[in-house]
């Protein structure tokens, strides 16, 4: 990966990005296109997941299935298939907000989280959101969904559908902790709710288990939220709780894999 896709699609250089976002974005606004998930799920027999763990390397893509990215994951993909890419972490929307992303998505759903009429770390999304989002021309649709429903701007309650399949459905809590348990949700509920989906597939979703760098060659980072010892524990015994109760599942990653292959 050269120098340039490095500070543009992955989580390297972030200083770079909040210095840009004081001198971008001095046009005028532009209107953002829209499309729900349910108008174009159906054509797909599956889903699968796409964090960044070394696993990631053991799928190989087809076209009949969707595939759920985040951060840098949909990278691996190389543009040649469909995928929806879903923003949660802070660092990744400065980076979209800059330059978009290298391949373009289905739809990129921009997740914020937040309590209390927007307070906590998402404040800071949205206000992101509203000061930059439509100052640049986007050739997908996007979405944003928050709990509290915030945004004006194609605003769908896929965080709260989600959470709420989540509690009534699998008694452990969702630690909802990371971007990869974030897409894990997404799998569960997305496979549930469309009767056309047979399986939800998992791959990168590793922990800091099963090897020593991520698809694109760098190295993994053992300090990140993901791999810390209390917050597996916790991420260990709400997937295991999900792939219990539910049937449809193949984990396919090193943490927690289901497949034995």
């Known amino acids: 990966m050269n120098i340039s896709d490095k500070i543009k699609y992955t989580n390297k ?4 990005s909040k210095l840009l976002m004081l001198y971008n974005f001095l046009g005028n606004s532009k209107k953002l296109s829209f499309l729900d998930l349910k108008d174009f799920i159906g054509k797909y027999k599956e889903i699968t997941m796409f964090a960044s763990g070394p696993s990631l390397n053991l799928c190989k893509p087809n076209s009949e299935t969707l595939y759920l990215t985040t951060n840098s994951s949909y990278l691996y993909l190389e543009g040649k298939y469909d995928f929806v890419h ?16 290298k391949y373009n998505p289905k739809l990129v759903i921009i997740e914020i989280p937040t309590h209390s009429g927007g307070k906590g770390f998402g404040a800071m999304t949205i206000n992101y959101i509203k000061k930059y989002l439509q100052r640049r021309k986007f050739s997908f649709p996007i979405v944003i969904t928050n709990n509290e429903n915030l945004v004006e ?22 630690p909802d902790s990371n971007s990869g348990l974030m897409l894990y949700g997404y799998g ?14 998992i791959y990168g979703l590793d922990a800091g288990e099963g090897g020593k760098q991520y698809f694109d060659g760098s190295k993994t980072l053992p300090r990140h939220v993901a791999m810390r010892d209390e917050n597996k524990i916790k991420m260990k015994k709400f997937i295991e709780a999900c792939q219990q109760e539910l049937s449809y599942i193949n984990n396919f990653s090193y943490f927690i894999n289901n497949t034995n292959k």
């Open 86 to 101: 879903v923003i949660k972490d802070l660092g990744y929307l400065r980076k979209f907000l800059l330059f978009g992303l």
């Open 13 to 16: 250089y972030p200083h770079f």
């Open 188 to 201: 569960i509920w997305l496979t549930s709710k469309f009767d056309n989906l047979q399986n939800f597939n």
């Open 153 to 174: 701007t194609n605003k769908v309650n896929y965080y709260s559908e989600r959470l709420d399949f989540v509690s009534k459905n699998i008694e452990t809590p969702n």
